[in-house]
């Protein structure tokens, strides 16, 4: 079953500029993960979050979590044509191996 | 580095046949995923594997079955291969609650 649900579903900006996509999961967490896949190809992990962390970041990337609405947002910053790619979202609850990923968001970056 | 490997990148099988997806990683890894990604739908899993000869059912296990005889494999085997099973499949190993690291992708076509 899906848990998490990204929005919006497709996202289309000009290289330079930032791009933010969001994340709502429904049940209490362990971690969440984004992770990015480019077409045709098997998905990269990019930043895992912890249920007790509000803000991440790792290069261009920031991610932010509110444990309270239960969301969570990952923000690219001075996007390049190589940050095109579907995002993904996986959540993961207490005292289980599973990921539930999302449906996706995908960018595409305009030269 | 960290590498999973999976056999196929494309596979056209005919109705009914016996399909064996097989999927490597050299991390020593104590879990194995395997899910299958549809457009609209995300990634969704359909078994996963904590420990040689353990196996777990995931959220769409039906018409598949799975094999672990040791740590660093695990194959993904549809019986009778329908149509409705044509998909991307994609294998994914981890360590314990982190970051799952995924293989390439098989594009698996039915016909």
């Known amino acids: 079953s899906q848990q998490g649900e990204e929005d919006p579903q497709a996202l289309s900006i000009q290289e330079g500029e930032n791009a933010t996509m969001n994340c709502s999961y429904k049940?209490?967490?362990?971690?969440l993960q984004w992770y990015r896949q480019n077409s045709g190809r098997g998905l990269v992990h990019l930043i895992l979050?912890?249920?007790?962390?509000r803000e991440k970041h790792s290069g261009r990337l920031r991610v932010t979590l509110d444990t309270s609405k239960k969301s969570s947002s990952l923000l690219i910053t001075a996007s390049r044509a190589a940050d095109t790619a579907s995002y993904f979202c996986?959540?993961?609850?207490?005292?289980?191996?599973?990921?539930?990923f999302g449906a996706g968001t995908t960018v595409t970056v305009r030269a | 580095d960290v590498k999973v490997t999976q056999s196929s990148r494309y596979l056209v099988k005919r109705t009914g046949e016996k399909v064996f997806l097989e999927c490597v990683q050299d991390?020593?890894?104590?879990?194995m995923f395997w899910y299958r990604q549809d457009p609209g739908l995300g990634l969704r899993l359909i078994y996963f594997?904590?420990?040689?000869?353990?196996?777990e059912k995931g959220d769409i296990p039906e018409g598949y079955s799975v094999s672990r005889e040791k740590k660093e494999r695990f194959s993904l085997i549809l019986e009778s291969a329908s149509t409705n099973q044509t998909s991307m499949y994609l294998c994914?190993?981890?360590?314990?609650?982190?970051?799952?690291?995924f293989g390439p992708g098989t594009r698996l076509t039915v016909t």
């Open positions: 594997s904590y420990d040689v000869k353990m196996k």
């Open positions: 049940t209490s967490i362990n971690n």
């Open positions: 991390m020593d890894h104590e879990n």
């Open positions: 979050i912890r249920s007790n962390e």
């Open positions: 996986a959540t993961k609850r207490k005292r289980n191996y599973k990921l539930s």
């Open positions: 994914a190993s981890s360590l314990s609650v982190y970051e799952q690291y």
